[in-house]
């Protein structure tokens, strides 16, 4: 079955920069388009940032574009979100998945907590 294992988040000043991680198994890691995802305290989960099955092309939110960059290899079936200049309103637990089993709630890793604050 599908597994997706975040990692790399923590507690970091506004300005600094995180670099988290997606650890996925039991499925085929090059065939599918990744992507991070977030939840902040009593919001609904938003799309932060895809990228596709080999890397050619990546896609950001708004509230993130030129701050953070998705990369992936699928060598170590492993995606990443590297994110620089955080605000206090990147708080957020992130979450990695394949966009085409984001419906499915078994489908959900754990998650890594993000933490902006001073």
């Known amino acids: 079955q599908v597994q997706l294992v975040e990692s790399g988040g923590g507690l970091v000043q506004p300005g600094g920069s995180l670099t988290l991680s997606c650890a996925a198994s039991g499925f085929a890691f090059s065939c599918c388009r990744m992507s991070w995802y977030r939840q902040a305290p009593g919001k609904e989960r938003e799309l932060v940032a895809t990228i596709t099955r080999f890397g050619g092309i990546t896609d950001y939110a708004n509230s993130v574009k030129g701050r953070v960059t998705i990369f992936r290899d699928n060598g170590k079936n492993t995606v990443y979100l590297q994110m620089n200049s955080l605000k206090p309103e990147d708080t957020a637990v992130y979450y990695c998945?394949?966009?085409?089993?984001?419906?499915?709630?078994?489908?959900w890793g754990q998650g890594t907590q993000v933490t902006v604050s001073s």
């Open positions: 998945n394949v966009p085409a089993f984001s419906e499915d709630p078994g489908s």
